[in-house]
């Protein structure tokens, strides 16, 4: 398997710009995450997906921020307008959720690593 | 929502000495709580994980405690070696539907093993 596959692997774009990542996660798996790091504040969750139905949106940090699963094999995170301060690495990850069973661990991609100047 | 606290920050240790880094968590609901290794500029890999009805699991150098009623939980590296050095994450979830739902991660511990 190929594991999470995620482009572009650097974007860099100037502020105001619509920038929109890519993701495809591994085939079978029923959940995908989206989550962005950086140096301040970590790995932090920003929403995912079970069956493609969005089920947590909190972590969106604002309006700007939308997020899509139109089918099992494809998800995108679009940021409009970009800011400098959406500058990080996002990483989208996915796994096998079944109900009532244990834990499929989370795989992650290479992530992009956004730079808004 | 759950809220994971990890220590320390950084962490240098001479190689062939053990590291131990700890996490506590909130949410008395969570259940699952795997870690992951980040090596510089690469993608977060989970190295060891384990749920609430166990209390230690061991693979080879890497061991995980966890303790549910005080609601933290322990990773310990053994006789470490240069390839050790990393990024370490500690992470606890609620599994009341099955899946890593919605992951909480730790801030990370950067391991340093010094020669």
């Known amino acids: 398997d190929a594991g999470v596959i995620q482009s572009p692997r650097h974007e860099v774009t100037e502020m105001g710009q619509e920038v929109t990542l890519r993701c495809k996660p591994i085939?079978?798996?029923?959940?995908l995450f989206w989550y962005r790091q950086t140096m301040m504040r970590g790995l932090e969750l920003l929403i995912y997906?079970?069956?493609?139905?969005?089920?947590?949106d909190s972590g969106m940090p604002e309006d700007r921020f939308s997020a899509k699963m139109p089918n099992a094999s494809f998800s995108t995170l679009k940021i409009q307008p970009s800011e400098p301060r959406d500058s990080a690495v996002y990483f989208c990850?996915?796994?096998?959720?079944?109900?009532?069973?244990?834990?499929?661990?989370?795989?992650f991609g290479n992530g992009t690593r956004l730079t808004v100047t | 929502g759950e809220n994971v606290e990890q220590h320390p920050s950084t962490l240098s240790v001479q190689e062939g000495d053990s590291a131990v880094i700890k996490c506590t968590y909130s949410?008395?609901?969570?259940?699952?709580f795997p870690w992951y290794k980040q090596e510089l500029g690469k993608r977060p890999q989970l190295i060891i994980d384990?749920?609430?009805?166990?209390g230690e699991k061991k693979d080879q150098r890497i061991a995980v405690t966890l303790n549910k009623t005080a609601k933290h939980f322990s990773l310990h590296i053994t006789e470490t070696q240069p390839e050790d050095s990393a990024v370490y994450f500690c992470?606890?979830?609620?599994?009341?539907?099955?899946?890593?739902?919605?992951?909480?991660f730790g801030k990370g511990t950067h391991l340093i093993i010094q020669p």
């Open positions: 992470a606890a979830s609620i599994n009341s539907g099955g899946g890593a739902d919605g992951l909480t």
């Open positions: 085939s079978g798996h029923n959940s």
């Open positions: 997906f079970n069956n493609n139905v969005p089920i947590d």
């Open positions: 384990i749920r609430s009805n166990v």
């Open positions: 990850a996915s796994s096998l959720s079944v109900w009532k069973t244990v834990n499929s661990p989370l795989h």
């Open positions: 949410d008395s609901a969570s259940n699952y």
